[in-house]
């Protein structure tokens, strides 16, 4: 279906609302703000004050073109969507800018669990008709969460490389807005929306009530899938993470054991590591580290180990005399 308009610019192509968003700015003496202009303008308007004139004014607002674009198909691929810009909630409508996958980055499977979402969207993918039957939305909800350095987003990229020719991706830090939800609707394809670290941004970026109703609400997306991310379930409420039809599936990420560690560290390595005894278990990111550390300083694994775990300690005590003191860890 033609929903979204295409516009190409300098920075590249994004899809968005047909209608062009016009910026107004006029200067304007005190005695010229009249009703009448108010009333154009009200409520998308930023009026400054010129520091030392007094009566004269800087006044910005968007107002709606009748400028139409053409409509296109929104292709198959992966997006970003951009948030809008709050000091102009009607006028300025959210993007839809492609983006590309990551090809750069060594991914080496760290948790075989990830196997069982693999394996649920490919069923929910071949399953329209059984949700139709039921009478459900056809939703999904996948919920990753553990400690950080354990590759979340990685294991998104992998999951959802292979889906980019018959799904629209979209990489989303706030909410699809109700125009915006309701044209990826009409899409048949199954859109994809990915959260990372979900709680920081339902803190920072939206309510939970928007969340909700996004999730399985009035605004929410039919044929969709929504993955999140975060690394601080416990902040999660429990109608989001302890909610089917929400969140269906969660799986912890977490640190590799040590079995896996040596597997991950030899395909990192390009050598093969021999079992050492380790004090704890670490993340992805720092066996990362402790190749890097093995490379650069020509140490043993097992040093190079000792060098991530005093590096944790060292933290770990400084975060907790910090706790006692009461420094940087007021309630929120």
């Known amino acids: 279906m033609k929903l979204f308009a295409k516009t190409e610019n300098e920075t590249g192509v994004y899809y968005s609302s047909p209608v062009i968003a016009k910026y107004n700015r006029k200067i304007l003496h005190k005695d010229e703000i009249t009703k009448d202009v108010l009333a154009s303008i ?18 910005s607002y968007y107002t709606e073109s009748t400028e139409m674009q053409e409509l296109v198909e929104l292709p198959h691929g992966a997006y970003t969507l951009t948030p809008r810009e709050t000091r102009y909630p009607d006028d300025l409508p959210q993007r839809l800018i492609p983006t590309t996958f990551r090809k750069d980055e060594a991914y080496i499977p760290v948790v075989s669990c990830i196997d069982k ?57 706030s909410l699809p807005s109700p125009w915006m939800a309701e044209q990826l609707s009409k899409i048949d394809a199954v859109k994809i929306f990915i959260f990372e670290e979900i709680v920081e941004a339902e803190n920072n970026e939206f309510s939970t009530k928007s969340l909700l109703t996004f999730l399985d609400g009035e605004h929410s997306v039919k044929n969709s899938i929504v993955i999140a991310t975060t690394n601080y379930p416990e902040k999660l409420k429990a109608n989001l993470a302890n909610r089917p039809s929400r969140f269906d599936i969660a799986v912890k990420i977490d640190n590799p054991s040590k079995e ?14 021999e079992p050492f005894p380790m004090r704890d278990t670490v993340s992805f990111a720092s066996l990362k580290e ?8 020509k140490i043993s694994w097992q040093e190079a180990m000792k060098v991530i775990l005093d590096r944790a300690d060292y933290f770990n005590r400084g975060f907790e005399e910090r706790k006692q003191l009461g420094i940087g860890f007021g309630e929120e």
């Open 42 to 59: 009200l409520d998308k308007v930023t009026v400054d004050r010129y520091p030392g004139i007094g009566q004269v004014y800087d006044v």
């Open 117 to 173: 979402v693999n394996e649920d969207i490919e069923k929910f993918l071949g399953a329209k008709s059984i949700f139709e039957d039921l009478k459900f939305p056809y939703r999904r909800g996948y919920l990753l969460y553990g400690p950080p350095g354990n590759g979340k987003t990685a294991l998104i990229r992998e999951l959802t490389k292979s889906l980019q020719d018959k799904c629209m991706i979209i990489w989303v830090s």
């Open 260 to 273: 896996e560690s040596y597997r991950i560290l030899s395909e990192l390595s390009g050598e093969e590591v």
């Open 290 to 297: 402790m190749v890097l550390q093995r490379r650069l300083h």
